[in-house]
């Protein structure tokens, strides 16, 4: 497995504000992932973070409101842009070492906004 | 109708019991199958990682996985109150087709074990 760690772990926001959430692994990863889990309910895929590349986005999210970087194989952020109180929700990464699909989650954001 | 299906529960069951937890899913790609289990306010954790059909045990639990059904099923033996929580299936499809290397989640069936 993978020691998986993001920042902040919780965040109360004000609508129309924005908040960058971060990812760090322990070490080098091939693929890194970003979900959202809204209360209640079960994961959704954001989007694939590519390392020196734009992300690959899911149906449903985009990039001017989920800007995604990822500079190097062990860190990445997520941005949630011009928030609204729909966007309260947990946010995740995952991490895959191989192609293989093993995938380890971080131990979530959790954002409110107001 | 959602690519995979699971009852949400919520599961309660006394302390050594047998639990079995299920997913039924409609996308032919899947070939991957994960249980994950999540605490509050935690991340999920990889409990168990199968590819294509059969049965796979670690521990007190066997994952099983029947592609010709599309259906995919957790058991855990000897069941503890530290078991309870909230048990999310997903699955993923091969490299090169649209679903590789992306989760597709269950609803999550939440768990108690009592003593």
């Known amino acids: 497995s993978a020691v998986i760690s993001q920042k902040p772990s919780r965040d109360i926001c004000q609508r129309g504000t924005s908040l960058t959430i971060q990812c760090q692994v322990d070490?080098?990863?091939?693929?890194m992932f970003w979900y959202r889990q809204q209360p209640g309910q079960s994961l959704t895929l954001i989007a694939t973070?590519?390392?020196?590349?734009?992300?690959?986005?899911e149906s449903g999210f985009v990039i001017d409101k989920f800007p995604i970087s990822r500079p190097n194989l062990t860190f990445s952020t997520l941005t949630v842009s011009n928030m609204s109180p729909e966007d309260s929700s947990i946010y995740l990464c995952?991490?895959?070492?191989?192609?293989?699909?093993?995938?380890?989650f971080g131990p979530g954001t959790r954002l409110t906004v107001l | 109708q959602k690519e995979v299906e699971q009852d949400p529960g919520p599961l309660s069951v006394p302390e050594g019991a047998i639990v079995s937890l299920n997913c039924t899913y409609s996308?032919?790609?899947?070939?991957?199958f994960m249980w994950y289990r999540q605490y509050s306010r935690k991340g999920p954790e990889l409990l168990m990682y199968?590819?294509?059909?059969g049965n796979k045990e670690d521990g007190r639990f066997t994952a099983q996985v029947d592609k010709s059904s599309k259906y995919i099923s957790l058991f855990i033996r000897d069941s503890q109150p530290s078991d309870s929580a909230t048990y999310l299936c997903?699955?993923?499809?091969?490299?090169?087709?649209?679903?590789?290397?992306?989760?597709?989640f269950g609803q999550g069936t939440i768990l108690t074990v009592h003593p």
């Open positions: 995952s991490v895959a070492r191989t192609a293989y699909n093993e995938q380890f």
């Open positions: 070490s080098q990863v091939t693929m």
């Open positions: 973070a590519n390392q020196g590349s734009e992300a690959t986005y």
């Open positions: 996308n032919s790609a899947f070939q991957y």
């Open positions: 199968t590819y294509s059909s």
């Open positions: 997903a699955m993923s499809g091969l490299a090169g087709g649209t679903s590789y290397g992306k989760l597709t």
